[in-house]
């Protein structure tokens, strides 16, 4: 078991829909993180939060829209998004923000759009 | 930006050989090395990383090289066994201050018993 855990594991959702991907890191960590896995293409960084504060917006289009409540909480809340959004949704945590910290991956959130 | 290749894609070796992976970047700038191992359904995890101070790091059955000269790093896998078998993946950290990780395609690893 891992010490970040995500909500759902599964989702489908229409292309109208608006829907919340959940994380919660219990590691005591600073850094947050969304990454996106695609079929065939590497994980790509999508945001990145220290203490609550985005500090990196890695050309993400608006319909993905990432909340951090708290230092151990974390969402994505997605809306009016397209077939080709279809992927596994990885948070992370890290202690602190920078290089060389250790970065913990959850179990993701499989996201089909249809 | 920062670009990794991981090579090779797939790669299937039998129980007890040895498995190499390589991967190279092309960020000078680069520190941090981590390798990580996903297994299906489930989310990528740390097996063993390595900073550019240091040549090479083992970790029983596994070991990592870096060669910052060639920007080239390989993870080398010793006696495997079936339950090593998995994806993957190489990463490096470029010129981020913000634990940014810039990750390789991947390698499929199938350990044949």
């Known amino acids: 078991e891992t010490g970040v855990t995500q909500t759902p594991r599964h989702l489908v959702m229409g292309m109208t829909n608006k829907k919340s991907l959940k994380c919660e890191q219990h590691?005591?960590?600073?850094?947050m993180y969304w990454y996106k896995q695609s079929a065939k293409k590497p994980l790509e960084l999508m945001f990145v939060?220290?203490?609550?504060?985005?500090?990196e917006n890695n050309s993400v289009p608006s319909r993905f829209s990432p909340e951090c409540p708290n230092s151990s909480h974390l969402f994505l809340h997605l809306h009016t998004l397209q077939p080709e959004d279809s992927a596994l949704y990885l948070c992370?945590?890290?202690?602190?923000?920078?290089?060389?910290?250790?970065?913990?991956f959850g179990e993701g959130s499989w996201l089909t759009v249809v | 930006g920062e670009n990794v290749e991981q090579h090779p894609s797939t790669l299937s070796v039998q129980e007890g050989d040895s498995a190499v992976i390589k991967c190279t970047y092309s960020?000078?700038?680069?520190?941090?090395f981590p390798w990580y191992k996903q297994e299906l359904g489930k989310g990528p995890q740390l097996i063993i990383d390595?900073?550019?101070?240091?040549g090479e790091k083992k970790d029983q059955r596994i070991a990592v090289t870096l060669n910052k000269t060639a920007k080239h790093f390989s993870l080398h896998i010793t006696e495997t066994q079936p339950e090593d078998s998995a994806v993957y993946f190489c990463?490096?950290?470029?010129?981020?201050?913000?634990?940014?990780?810039?990750f390789g395609q991947g390698t499929t690893l199938q350990v044949k018993p």
């Open positions: 990463a490096t950290d470029g010129s981020s201050n913000t634990g940014k990780l810039i």
């Open positions: 960020d000078s700038a680069s520190n941090y």
């Open positions: 992370a945590s890290s202690q602190e923000v920078g290089s060389g910290n250790t970065i913990y």
């Open positions: 390595i900073r550019s101070n240091v």
């Open positions: 939060y220290s203490l609550e504060e985005r500090v």
């Open positions: 590691l005591g960590h600073n850094a």
